[in-house]
């Protein structure tokens, strides 16, 4: 992790938290430019001169990103938690009481659990950090914007099409409000890829022929069932598994290839996909009612095709790569090297950086600078692309935009109780209809 020093352009720009606040509404944004501040003057803010940061969603991800933006802004502290579970907030707090033991103004009284603890996060802090699950994604936005406060909010944004839909309308209005929503689709943010993408893009190894992205590792962590656990508990704690939870791995993992792939092509998204699947080693009962491998082709308006492999078996080959063919030369995406005909023609030999910190240092500095970031377009598309495979898996048909866009499949009940919850059946293709 690089040090508060390090940390360069942000920590010299702080400002205060009522110019942070001042400088958030879009009809002030531009007026006010806070980047000439001195960092000495709030180096050590306290009171009403901080940035409140709420997070909601304890877990690893999380407690990562809590750090990451504390340490955007010499006056941001963690100032609010939620999470379903106190077991989960308790650890993620003695964390980052030990990470960034400065920056934690955590008080027992602004520590929240259950499905409601959302709502007062947002409502006593200045930047929400949405870290929990995917499948409670778009109603967190929602709530955020509607709060008009700045968001961060992990990948993927939604697990069915209509919690895309309203992560799209959250986002436009996020727009109108000038608030920043910053997505954890993170290679975005990794400078060695964009200097690889921004290639690409300018095309520098000539047009794009076909392109293939690998996602293929194995077991991840699963939770057991204990007693006194209702269904709800254990299918939220044991989340990855469920398909209203997580949506599949196809969609909480291989977002990040699939984003990349759409991102080489100029954020424009697949017109079509085809695609086989299934579960056929993670079969017990732990491992809910997703697949464990999918292979997916989408195809674009021009013709191109990406190829795309994700699967989550232990003891076979792994691979977490990225590959864009072109007219002149093949591109190594997470290598940052072009090559043809077997030589290296181009390499990536810039600055490298933490791109979990960058996120965060990025949307701060845009904040101050009055042009809040909003990467609402792509990681609500790029969330869409990945349901559309899932589809295309689950169905065996080929899926169109279209019919993934429009879908009025939504997964996951229709309370949040503590109590019991069905599990849907393994999806079969050919039988599982498209919804
Ligand atoms: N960008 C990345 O590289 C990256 C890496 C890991 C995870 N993630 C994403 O971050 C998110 C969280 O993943 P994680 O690995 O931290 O999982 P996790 O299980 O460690 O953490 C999720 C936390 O959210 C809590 N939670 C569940 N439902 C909630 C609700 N309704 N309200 C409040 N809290 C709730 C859980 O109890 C848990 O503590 C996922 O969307 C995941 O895909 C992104």
Known sequence: MPSDKQRGATQR????????????????AAAVSLAS????????????????????????????????SVRAAPNMRLYAMADLFRDKLDRSLATLRKTVPDKVEVSEDRCFTGFDAYKHVIE?????????????????????????????AEKPVAVDAPGVRSVWESCQKAKEYGIAVVSGLCWRYHYGVRETMKRVLDGEFGDIIALQTNYVVGYLWSVPRKPGW?????????????????????????IHSLDKMAWAMGDTYPVKAWGLGGRQVRVEPIYGNIYDHHAVVFEFANGVRCFSYCRQISGCYNDVSDHIFCTKGHVDVLK????????????????SNNMYQTEHDEMMQ????????????YMTKSTMMAIMGR??????QV?????????KQRLGPDKYEWGPVEIQPVAKPGRTPLV
Request: glycine residues 8%.
């Open 336 to 351: 940052h090297r072009a090559t043809y005909k077997g030589k290296t023609v181009w390499r990536y030999r810039g600055k």
């Open 391 to 396: 589809m295309a898996t689950y169905t065996g």
């Open 230 to 254: 209702s269904d709800m508990e254990w299918q939220c704690r044991n989340w990855l598994y469920f398909q209203w939870l997580s949506g599949d791995h196809i969609v909480e993992q291989h």
């Open 399 to 407: 899926v169109t935009w279209e019919q993934a866009w429009n879908s």
């Open 124 to 152: 006593c802090c200045d930047v929400v950090l949405l870290c929990t699950p995917p499948h409670f994604r778009p109603e967190h936005l929602r709530a955020a914007v509607e709060a008009k406060k700045h968001i961060f």
């Open 37 to 68: 501040l001195d960092v000495s003057r709030f180096a050590h803010a306290a009171g009403s001169d901080i940035i409140k940061v709420g997070l909601i969603g304890c877990g690893g991800r999380g407690t990562g990103a809590a750090a990451q």
């Open 13 to 28: 720009k702080a400002t205060s938290r009522r110019s942070f606040l001042r400088n958030s509404t879009a009809a002030t």
């Open 366 to 377: 845009s904040i101050f600078d009055g042009k809040p970031i909003n990467n609402g377009e």
